[in-house]
Nanobody, 119 residues
């Protein structure tokens, strides 16, 4: 059974940083693209960042230069280092995986980890 567990969210002031983690289990994740989405209530889920099995990386335009995605296949874990956070980054962040960076929806959508950027 595939499981995805996100952690690391919280309350941070504008300009601050957070590091999210997603621990995965139940399949061979090194074969897949993995990445992060975020969702604000009432809005569609937004792709934030993705890293393919070959190491290619994609970032959404709103986070380029501020967020860094990485993966540790030995731990089946991906990370999202978020710097220079602003209130528009406030959302619930989810991880998932799939064959490509554009189809990372194979796993169950978990609880996510909430990020609130506020002074």
């Amino acid at each position: 059974q595939v499981q995805l567990v996100e952690s690391g969210g919280g309350l941070v002031q504008p300009g601050g940083s957070l590091r999210l983690s997603c621990a995965a289990s139940g399949t061979i994740f090194s074969r897949y693209a993995m990445g992060w989405y975020r969702q604000v209530p009432g809005k569609q889920r937004e792709l934030v960042a993705a890293i393919t099995s070959g190491g290619s990386i994609y970032y959404g335009d709103s986070v380029k230069g501020r967020f860094t995605i990485s993966r540790d296949n030995t731990k089946n874990t991906i990370y999202l280092q978020m710097n220079s956070l602003n209130p528009e980054d406030t959302a619930v962040y989810y991880c998932n995986f799939g064959p490509t960076a554009w189809t990372m929806t194979l796993g169950p959508w978990g609880q996510g980890t909430p990020v609130t950027v506020s002074s």
